[in-house]
């Protein structure tokens, strides 16, 4: 019987079916992009593992947080994986998935003191946090501090409304914003893991946009 690691291809197995999917070219700028990713919920951990599918050569993945079961329908953790960071449950998901993407894992919470230093790497920003105090502050931030970055932000995925009100609009130059930009948590009291994966999906596929140049939404 093979030993697992036998069955993984080698990195240059893996870009070669990358470059026959997107392009030689593309696959090049996907290969060397840094992408930060800011909270690891039903949000961001379903926007790194399209980001890693895509062979982003990097991610930066900050959340304080630990798994809990009722994260489990939504996002992309295993029931035995309960209890521990996300940062790091996560990183062991995208290393089974894409072997070859560099990560950095933050088991910290990003503020105003900190998100320099954790965001200055990074070629393009993804903002996917629960709360609004969150989400205004890394905006904020990120638009005063880091204006050169890429800001990918999100607003409304929650309840059972039409997958068709997920949109992405570009707000400014850099800065995008994904959802349908009405329905929060507090007033639906409800997040379905289909709507929420459309927002993680509008999100990340804003990112390869950016990478390959196209800045329109």
Same mark, same amino acid.
């Given at each position: 019987?093979?030993?697992?690691?036998? /069955? =993984?291809?080698?990195?240059?197995?893996? &870009?070669?079916? @990358?470059?026959?999917? $997107?392009? !030689?070219?593309? +696959?090049?700028?996907?290969?060397?992009?840094?992408?930060?990713?800011?909270?690891?919920?039903?949000?961001?951990?379903?926007?790194?593992?399209?980001?890693?599918?895509?062979?982003?050569?990097?991610?930066? /993945? =900050?959340?304080?947080?630990?798994?809990? &079961?009722?994260? @489990?329908?939504?996002? $992309?953790? !295993?029931?035995? +994986?309960?209890?521990?960071?996300?940062?790091?449950?996560?990183?062991?998901?995208?290393?089974?998935?894409?072997?070859?993407?560099?990560?950095?894992?933050?088991?910290?919470?990003?503020?105003?003191?900190?998100?320099?230093?954790?965001?200055?790497?990074?070629?393009?920003?993804?903002?996917?946090?629960?709360?609004?105090?969150?989400?205004?502050?890394?905006?904020?931030?990120?638009?005063?501090?880091?204006?050169?970055?890429?800001?990918?932000?999100?607003?409304?995925?929650?309840?059972?409304?039409?997958?068709?009100?997920?949109?992405?609009?570009?707000?400014?130059?850099?800065?995008?914003?994904?959802?349908?930009?009405?329905?929060?948590?507090?007033?639906?009291?409800?997040?379905?893991?289909?709507?929420?994966?459309?927002?993680?999906?509008?999100?990340?596929?804003?990112?390869?946009?950016?990478?390959?140049?196209?800045?329109?939404?």
């Amino acid at each position: 019987m093979w030993e697992v690691a036998e /069955l =993984i291809p080698t990195k240059d197995e893996m &870009i070669k079916a @990358l470059e026959e999917r $997107q392009g !030689k070219k593309l +696959q090049e700028k996907f290969s060397a992009a840094t992408v930060a990713v800011c909270g690891l919920g039903g949000l961001g951990s379903n926007i790194s593992i399209s980001l890693a599918r895509a062979g982003i050569g990097k991610l930066i /993945l =900050i959340d304080f947080d630990r798994v809990d &079961i009722t994260n @489990l329908h939504r996002q $992309q953790y !295993k029931a035995s +994986q309960i209890g521990r960071y996300k940062a790091d449950a996560l990183s062991e998901n995208l290393k089974e998935i894409a072997p070859y993407t560099e990560l950095e894992a933050h088991n910290v919470k990003i503020t105003e003191n900190n998100a320099v230093r954790l965001l200055k790497e990074a070629d393009i920003i993804c903002e996917a946090f629960d709360v609004a105090e969150g989400k205004a502050m890394l905006t904020n931030t990120v638009l005063e501090s880091i204006p050169d970055k890429f800001l990918v932000a999100a607003s409304g995925m929650a309840g059972m409304g039409s997958a068709n009100n997920i949109k992405t609009r570009k707000v400014m130059n850099r800065f995008y914003l994904c959802g349908d930009e009405i329905s929060e948590v507090a007033e639906s009291e409800s997040l379905v893991s289909s709507r929420v994966m459309l927002c993680a999906a509008h999100q990340a596929h804003m990112v390869l946009r950016i990478l390959a140049e196209k800045l329109d939404t």
